[in-house]
């Protein structure tokens, strides 16, 4: 007799090649970098001003460069190795790690002459390397896997470890910064930040995937912006996590909740920040064993909405575990959104062409971090923390209620083999 059954799912798949497992490595690396770096400076920023708008003024120096290049960044990335590129960014972020770090030597000086202008001209830098590294790394990871029936699994390993980084991050960097200081804490996010590039070093030179429609740099960016716009199921993905991150940026205003409301001091802040992440990891293991495939569309515009209330009950929280399970729950609800999401833009995008589908992407979602740590500090300025939090719920609930209305094909949305690039 033969044996019907399916072939059982291999949870560990894509962990089984060595290559992945450097890239994981540096991934992971880079984002305890970051996030250390995040919680240094949101902290010290806010120290230094006690003022809410500066807050959101650190998103906004970070995501203006990061929006200018984006879009030649997604095409530098399908023109040129994106190993090479990532080397270079990464090493132009060791060099940004550095500064900061050489800042705190005589911290008085600097701020005495220059405030903290410094501190937000690094973060400028760090926000065009940033720009190019986006997309480069996005279309990185496929060459690294042995076929497209991989990406599910990649997507959710590479998306644990960003997001255990993130648990782990902003705890190191509020403990470093609260019991040894900020020198160290930056001393920290700079070995962090060259373990990263010593790791994307090892991984062996990839040859770019072959494309079938050579174009000049105004074509292909034409082109890679039209194939998004022209399908609606990778659109309307896209634009649901952008308004939702753009609504729901607490996390810009997490250092006054911990100085202000909860009344906890910097370690504090750092376990808030790593509390979103506690609940993506957890979550995002859970898909690596149950990846979501029927009616993925629908759960993907519920989990926006509980990310929303989520949001809101944070804002009107003064309760210090209340708030942090509240953060976990927003970061299982947001881990679910993101998977689905980025398993949709490399199933349905061409391999030649995932740089600059990347890069808008990026435009959409990754700078929408920054953009909406801006606004919230600046309703936190003008309004208080506390509304400028539950707007952005209440608003992330209004976008989720119009996209289930519009997207008929995202909410029908199933994540089938049968989905093909271009369709």
Avoid at 45 to 61: N, R
Avoid at 173 to 187: D, H
Avoid at 198 to 208: D, M, N, R, S, T
Wanted: glycine share 10%.
């Amino acid at each position: 007799m033969r044996n019907n059954t399916a072939p059982r799912h291999d949870p560990y798949a894509v962990l089984r090649l060595p290559e992945f497992r450097l890239y994981i490595s540096a991934r992971l690396c880079i984002t305890l970098a970051m996030q250390i770096q995040a919680v240094i400076v949101g902290w010290q920023i806010y120290d230094l001003t006690k003022d809410a708008f500066s807050l959101g003024l650190i998103g906004l120096a970070e995501a203006i460069p990061s929006i200018v290049v984006s879009l030649y960044a997604g095409y530098l990335a399908d023109m040129v190795p994106r190993k090479k590129i990532i080397v270079t960014v990464i090493t132009v972020l060791l060099l940004c790690s550095a500064a900061l770090w050489l800042f705190t030597l005589d911290t008085n000086a600097v701020i005495e002459h220059y405030g903290v202008l410094p501190i937000y001209g690094v973060i400028f830098v760090s926000g065009i390397a940033r720009g190019f590294m986006g997309p480069a790394v996005f279309s990185f990871m496929p060459q690294l896997v042995t076929g497209k029936q991989l990406y599910a699994n990649a997507i959710t390993w590479s998306s644990t470890t960003w997001q255990a980084a993130s648990l782990v991050g902003p705890a190191i960097g509020g403990l470093v910064y609260g019991f040894y200081g900020i020198t160290a804490a930056y001393a920290t996010d700079g070995v962090l930040v060259l373990l990263s590039l010593v790791a994307f070093a090892l991984i062996g030179a990839k040859p770019l995937p072959e494309n079938i429609n050579p174009q000049n740099l105004t074509e292909s960016l034409r082109t890679g912006i039209k194939f998004v716009f022209g399908n609606q199921i990778i659109l309307h993905a896209i634009s649901l996590d952008m308004f939702a991150v753009l609504f729901g940026g607490a996390v810009a205003l997490l250092p006054i909740f911990a100085s202000d409301i909860l009344l906890i001091g910097p370690q504090g802040l750092g376990f808030l920040r790593a509390a979103p992440a506690v609940g993506s990891v957890i979550m995002a293991v859970w898909m690596a064993y149950h990846p979501i495939t029927v009616k993925a569309g629908k759960i993907m515009l519920w989990c926006v909405a509980g990310f929303g209330v989520s949001l809101i009950l944070f804002g009107l929280s003064t309760n210090f575990w209340f708030s942090l399970v509240l953060l976990v729950l927003s970061g299982a609800f947001d881990s679910i959104s993101v998977i689905i999401r980025s398993t949709l833009i490399h199933t349905l995008t061409p391999e030649y062409m995932k740089g600059r589908v990347s890069s808008v992407n990026s435009i959409f979602v990754g700078s929408s971090n920054e953009i909406g740590a801006f606004r919230a500090g600046s309703m936190a300025k003008l309004l208080g923390a506390v509304p400028a939090v539950v707007f952005g719920g209440v608003m992330t609930l209004l976008v989720v209620g119009v996209t289930a209305f519009k997207a008929d094909k995202l909410r029908a949305l199933h994540m089938t083999p049968d989905l093909e690039p271009g369709h």
